[in-house]
């Protein structure tokens, strides 16, 4: 079993920065792939960026490219998603996941363990 706990969300203004955090307990840390999803009111989830078990590749979705940065840090256990210039359309529950395999994925079903989820709210 994998615990993941976000945090780092809350209110900024759009042009803004948050940094935000997912660590992870239970198994093998470095066995994951990693990934961020969010989830606005009304809309479904979507894939915001991932990353391999070794940090060496990582992927986004193309609105967030340029702005969002994951990375991991293996030693603590916990993957971070840095978000500049942020937009209003940002704003949703930012949900972190792991994926039990070396091979990375974009889908929601290709995940096997899920956070809580942490608010970000954009204002304009």
């Known amino acids: 079993q994998v615990q993941l706990v976000e945090s780092g969300g809350g209110l900024v203004q759009a042009g803004g920065s948050l940094r935000l955090s997912c660590a992870a307990s239970g198994r093998t840390f470095n066995n994951y792939a990693m990934a961020w999803f969010r989830q606005a009111p009304g809309k479904e989830r979507e894939f915001v960026a991932l990353?391999?078990?070794?940090?060496?590749?990582?992927a986004y979705t193309d609105s967030v490219k340029g702005r969002f940065t994951i990375s991991r840090d293996n030693a603590k256990n916990t993957v971070y998603l840095q978000m500049n210039s942020l937009e209003p359309e940002d704003t949703a529950v930012y949900y972190c996941?792991?994926?039990?395999?070396?091979?990375?994925?974009?889908?929601?079903?290709?995940?096997?363990?899920w956070g809580q989820g942490t608010q970000v709210t954009v204002s304009s």
């Open positions: 996941a792991a994926r039990v395999a070396y091979s990375i994925a974009a889908r929601a079903q290709e995940y096997d363990y």
């Open positions: 990353i391999s078990w070794s940090g060496g590749r990582t």
